[in-house]
């Protein structure tokens, strides 16, 4: 069984900053893509950031300027820095990884739905404070 665990969650202030790590079990494929998902209560799932390829890096609006994606593939390690954090940012926060596919007709590479990334960590939560 491969295995994905986060850590770095807590609780910070509103305009603080955590440090979340995602340690897997297996080694990071640079083939895959990898990325950052989180769920508030209440609400669907949602993805924040991907690594699509070394090159191509994908983050949600809402995140762009204050989240960073990274990783190091020789500690099978994806981390995700979060600064200026604010309490829509509160849920709990999951790394995952699935098969890219090239897709000529764009030239793009593509990530999967989230329901077809194939390995999940088991969350950490998130807690912004006003």
């Known amino acids: 069984e491969v295995h994905w665990v986060e850590t770095g969650g807590g609780t910070v202030h509103a305009g603080g900053s955590l440090r979340l790590s995602c340690a897997a079990s297996?080694?990071?494929?640079?083939?895959?893509?990898l990325g950052w998902f989180r769920q508030a209560p209440g609400k669907e799932r949602e993805g924040v950031t991907t690594i699509v390829s070394d090159g191509v890096i994908i983050y949600v609006d809402s995140v762009k300027g204050r989240f960073t994606i990274s990783k190091d593939s020789a500690k099978n390690t994806l981390y995700l820095q979060m600064n200026s954090l604010k309490p829509e940012d509160t849920a709990i926060y999951y790394c995952?990884?699935?098969?890219?596919?090239?897709?000529?007709?764009?030239?793009?590479?593509?990530?999967?739905?989230?329901?077809?990334?194939?390995?999940w960590g088991q969350g950490t939560q998130v807690t912004v404070s006003s």
């Open positions: 995952a990884a699935g098969a890219r596919k090239w897709m000529p007709g764009v030239r793009r590479y593509r990530c999967p739905n989230i329901v077809d990334y194939t390995y």
């Open positions: 297996v080694m990071i494929d640079g083939s895959s893509c």
